[in-house]
């Protein structure tokens, strides 16, 4: 159970887990609050006689329906207030018609003076906490501000006509005003947070598509040079050597072979050029790693030479480079990347590390298999994981032969 949680916690990104976090605190929030300023207090100053215990009964059943109501639609609100998905109408009234009784118990309560005023005040703290939590989310600040305010008015001449005194008086509308703030800087606090983390996962995978459009274009670019010119050269070849064979002239045989060698040598082309691709130069793909990174606001620093390098080796550990940093951008959190290339004891060793080590290693799984399988190849070998704290390590070692280790 432990592991499966692990798992399911890795697979989120960094803003899903502060959403998750945010949505748990709200959740536990308003029980805890609820218990604290209603439950306890009216345990301890309830008067025990008939009416005041059934009111203060009927009072707490209220006050656990409107937690459990402001459970129920805190992720509605959250995905309003985000933009995701419209509040169907009508959604808050059954939480206002809660909270409009929890406030009715609470002015029997002190209309019967069967709870002293420090219980009868936090009850009313406590039965405004579930209803501003949803209301901070789905109003402007301003109109949330105009409507508390009116809220207290009324709270204050309703508690007047129960004989309070006008220092209790004003206590009742002091409270009010500040719970309706302390709501409305819970809700609207944690939320703005979340905005600014989803924007910036949005921004991330920008980022990240953008690159791989960029390397598609460049792909692109070198197949059109190499296959634009010489398309046309057999178009045009093509062409002349049917005008030459419907004229009965043997010089289109001649055309047809010149083609025929054209295509052979744009086929040979083509292969250079994708086998350039998928074996990509080690260097290349160093400067083309620390490039992306650094557009995506990473910092990255590079140590070590590739020259003397075999044509193999650095096509391996080009593409070792390659999934390392897309496992970075799309997975991880971090802000800092660091390759170094060094040379021990005829073997060569790549070592590409970044500070977003959870989330990185939540993503590593089927493309660092893979790397494994083109290491093997070359007997090499991967090694991939946590390297203490924050610290996310990818290490491949190939062997190097006579030639690279005398290079």
């Not at 639609?73 to 009784?101: E, F, K, N, Q």
């Not at 250079?272 to 130069?281: H, L, S």
């Not at 992306?292 to 990255?300: P, Q």
């Not at 590079?302 to 044509?311: E, H, I, Q």
């Amino acid at each position: 159970m432990r592991q499966w949680q692990q798992r399911h916690w890795r697979e989120r990104t960094k803003a899903e887990r502060v959403e998750l976090q945010s949505v748990v605190t709200w959740y536990t929030t308003t029980w805890f609050f609820s218990l604290c300023w209603l439950a306890l207090p009216l345990a301890g100053g309830l008067q025990r006689r008939p009416v005041p215990l059934a009111v203060g009964a009927l009072l707490l059943v209220v006050g656990a329906l409107q937690c459990a109501e402001a459970n129920r639609l805190t992720r509605s609100v959250l995905d309003h207030y985000l933009g995701r998905a419209p509040l169907p109408p009508g959604a808050l009234r059954p939480a206002a018609v809660l909270l409009g009784a929890a406030l009715g118990l609470t002015l029997a309560l002190a209309a019967l003076h069967a709870a002293g005023p420090v219980a009868v005040r936090l009850a009313i703290g406590a039965s405004l906490l579930p209803f501003g939590l949803l209301y901070g989310l789905v109003v402007p600040v301003r109109r949330f501000l105009r409507r508390f305010a009116v809220l207290a008015v009324v709270l204050m001449a309703a508690f007047g006509w129960t004989g309070q005194d006008l220092a209790r008086i004003a206590l009742v509308g002091v409270l009010t005003v500040f719970g309706g703030l302390f709501s409305l800087l819970a809700c609207r606090c944690g939320a703005w947070t979340l905005s600014v983390l989803w924007e910036a996962e949005r921004a991330r995978e920008v980022e990240t598509r953008l690159a791989v459009a960029e390397e598609r274009l460049r792909f692109g670019r070198d197949l059109h040079d190499v296959m634009g010119r010489n398309l046309a050269v057999i178009a045009l070849k093509s062409e002349l050597a049917v005008q030459l064979a419907r004229r009965g002239r043997p010089e289109a045989v001649d055309q047809m072979i010149e083609v025929q060698r054209i295509a052979q040598e744009s086929q040979r082309e083509v292969r250079d050029v994708v086998r350039g691709y998928r074996e990509a130069d080690l260097g290349a793909e160093i400067a083309g790693a620390q490039g992306v990174l650094s557009a995506a606001g990473i910092a990255c620093a590079v140590r070590g030479r590739t020259g003397g390098l075999d044509t193999e080796v650095q096509s391996t550990l080009g593409w070792v480079v390659r999934e390392a940093t897309t496992n970075v951008l799309r997975h991880g959190d971090a802000a800092q990347c660091d390759i170094a290339l060094a040379r021990d004891e005829g073997r060569v060793v790549l070592t590409v590390e970044n500070d977003g080590a959870s989330d990185t290693a939540a993503g590593g799984g089927s493309g660092l298999a893979g790397l494994r399988e083109r290491l093997s190849a070359v007997g090499g070998t991967l090694r991939a994981g946590p390297a203490g704290g924050d610290v996310f390590r990818v290490v491949a070692e190939v062997p190097l032969s006579v030639e690279e280790v005398t290079a």
